[in-house]
C-alpha cells in the first residue's frame, strides 16, 4: 500500500471526557447525524461481523467523488477509536472506480474537567500506482492544508466534536453503560 494523503484535525468539546464514549458514538451515529457532519455526507449505518467486531458504513462525496467505506472495529476504547476500511470504493465517474484502505481515528485528550480536545485522523492509502500518479500530479501544487481531503476532515470535526458534546451533555453515553 502507498499511503496517499494523510489529515488530521481538531475541535474543542465543552464537556467532562468521563462523559463521553467515542466508540460508542461512531458505532451508533444515524444516518441523519452523520449526515449533518459534513456537506458531503450522505448516509451511513451500522452493522457487526461474525467475528463480532463493529462496523461503520459511511457513504459520502469528497471533491466531487463519492465514496463508500466499510470501517472495522480495530481498537475502540471510551476515549479511542481505531478503524480500518479496508475496501473504501471511490467512484471516478460512473462506471470506474478505485479501491483504498482507509484508516480513521478518533482520540480525546482531557484538556480540563469540562473540556476536552477531538482528534480526527485520517490516512488513505491504495495500490492502485496509476491512481496514485495522478493524485500526486493533481495535487502537488496545492498547499497540503488546501486539498479537498484535507479542508472535508476541517469540515466535519468541528460537527462531530459539537454532535458529541451534545450527546455527553445529555448523558447519552452514562445511560448506555448501565
Given at each position: 500500500?502507498?499511503?496517499?494523503?494523510?489529515?488530521?484535525?481538531?475541535?474543542?468539546?465543552?464537556?467532562?471526557?468521563?462523559?463521553?464514549?467515542?466508540?460508542?458514538?461512531?458505532?451508533?451515529i444515524?444516518?441523519?447525524?452523520?449526515?449533518?457532519?459534513?456537506?458531503?455526507?450522505?448516509?451511513?449505518?451500522?452493522?457487526?461481523?461474525?467475528?463480532?467486531?463493529?462496523?461503520?458504513?459511511?457513504?459520502?462525496?469528497?471533491?466531487?467523488?463519492?465514496?463508500?467505506?466499510?470501517?472495522?472495529?480495530?481498537?475502540?476504547?471510551?476515549?479511542?477509536?481505531?478503524?480500518?476500511?479496508?475496501?473504501?470504493?471511490?467512484?471516478?465517474?460512473?462506471?470506474?472506480?478505485?479501491?483504498?484502505?482507509?484508516?480513521?481515528?478518533?482520540?480525546?485528550?482531557?484538556?480540563?474537567?469540562?473540556?476536552?480536545?477531538?482528534?480526527?485522523?485520517?490516512?488513505?492509502?491504495?495500490?492502485?500506482?496509476?491512481?496514485?500518479?495522478?493524485?500526486?500530479?493533481?495535487?502537488?501544487?496545492?498547499?497540503?492544508?488546501?486539498t479537498?481531503?484535507?479542508?472535508?476532515?476541517?469540515?466535519?470535526?468541528?460537527?462531530?466534536?459539537?454532535?458529541?458534546e451534545?450527546?455527553?451533555?445529555?448523558?447519552?453515553?452514562?445511560?448506555?453503560?448501565?
Open positions: 500500500m502507498t499511503k496517499l494523503g494523510e489529515a488530521t484535525a481538531q475541535a474543542i468539546i465543552n464537556a467532562n471526557i468521563d462523559s463521553i464514549n467515542i466508540s460508542e458514538w461512531l458505532f451508533n444515524t444516518a441523519e447525524e452523520y449526515a449533518a457532519c459534513s456537506s458531503g455526507h450522505q448516509s451511513a449505518a451500522q452493522g457487526q461481523l461474525p467475528s463480532g467486531k463493529r462496523v461503520s458504513m459511511n457513504v459520502e462525496n469528497v471533491a466531487g467523488y463519492f465514496m463508500v467505506q466499510h470501517y472495522i472495529e480495530t481498537i475502540s476504547e471510551k476515549d479511542r477509536v481505531l478503524t480500518v476500511s479496508p475496501n473504501t470504493t471511490l467512484w471516478l465517474d460512473d462506471v470506474n472506480y478505485v479501491i483504498l484502505q482507509i484508516t480513521w481515528e478518533l482520540k480525546l485528550d482531557k484538556i480540563d474537567d469540562n473540556t476536552c480536545l477531538l482528534t480526527c485522523k485520517v490516512i488513505s492509502e491504495t495500490e492502485n500506482e496509476q491512481f496514485i500518479q495522478a493524485t500526486h500530479e493533481l495535487t502537488k501544487d496545492i498547499d497540503p492544508q488546501e479537498p481531503f484535507q479542508l472535508h476532515i476541517n469540515e466535519e470535526t468541528p460537527l462531530f466534536a459539537k454532535d458529541i451534545t450527546k455527553a451533555l445529555a448523558g447519552v453515553f452514562t445511560m448506555e453503560e448501565v
